[in-house]
């Protein structure tokens, strides 16, 4: 179980190039580490929920979503393998449902063991720190371009910042595949569904995307340089 569990959180950004030192450390954070496999549409947390646990994704995907007035649910963003989420990294998933797209393996440790654990260890605990910005500073940034760009600059780089947890791309290594409607994404960027959806065509025409039900794929090659088109345009 400790070298399955040791496995599991090689894997996570956090605790990559570790020292031997660290290494070692590892192994006692492992030791009180416990992993979860879960089928598709498993529901792994809702708003009301108040767990005391760092959570990391080793494999598979998960998305997160509210529930709006109509009592309908709105896709928000995904999570996928190396991620991290809980207590203490509850920027994007605080009050929030966030359920299982397909078999999904999660590695858990209680928030009081990390604590302890990072308090030893003050260099990972400076790139945990790192890692809570990166976050914060990717949130903020995506705020300001949906707020200061264009619709179709926004749609852009809203479907590029959702492409990346999802990791996957097809055998030409140029689409991503995004589980997500119009609706959603009208929700997500505080726009008339009417508008974003001749948005969507526009893309479409041009080669950028295709969309499907419930569903857009994004050809990232050409979507990045529609963006800097438009950026050496201003």
Not at 56 to 69: A, E, M, T
Not at 141 to 169: A, D, F
Not at 171 to 189: C, D, K
């Amino acid at each position: 179980m400790r070298d399955t569990n040791i496995r599991c959180l090689n894997d996570i950004r956090l605790f990559e190039r570790l020292s031997a030192d660290e290494l070692g450390s590892l192994e006692q954070l492992a030791s009180l580490t416990h992993s979860l496999t879960l089928p598709s549409s498993s529901t792994i947390q809702s708003p009301e929920q108040n767990r005391q646990e760092l959570h990391f994704i080793k494999q598979g995907k998960v998305r997160l979503y509210k529930i709006n007035s109509g009592g309908n649910p709105y896709t928000i963003g995904f999570l996928g393998p190396g991620d991290v989420f809980g207590d203490l990294y509850s920027i994007q998933t605080r009050d929030v449902y966030m359920e299982t797209m397909e078999e999904t393996m999660i590695c858990s440790v209680p928030k009081e063991s990390f604590e302890n654990f990072l308090s030893t260890q003050p260099k990972l605990a400076i790139k945990f720190l790192k890692l809570l910005s990166s976050k914060i500073q990717e949130r903020d940034e995506l705020l300001e371009q949906l707020i200061l760009n264009s619709l179709r600059e926004q749609v852009l780089h809203l479907l590029l910042t959702l492409s990346k947890p999802l990791g996957e791309e097809d055998a030409n290594g140029t689409h991503v595949h995004i589980p997500i409607s119009h609706q959603e994404l009208s929700n997500m960027i505080g726009a008339a569904r009417e508008c974003v959806t001749l948005t969507l065509r526009e893309l479409a025409r041009d080669g950028i995307l295709t969309t499907g039900r419930k569903s857009i794929a994004i050809q990232l090659d050409k979507a990045l340089a529609s963006l800097s088109a438009s950026t050496e345009n201003e």
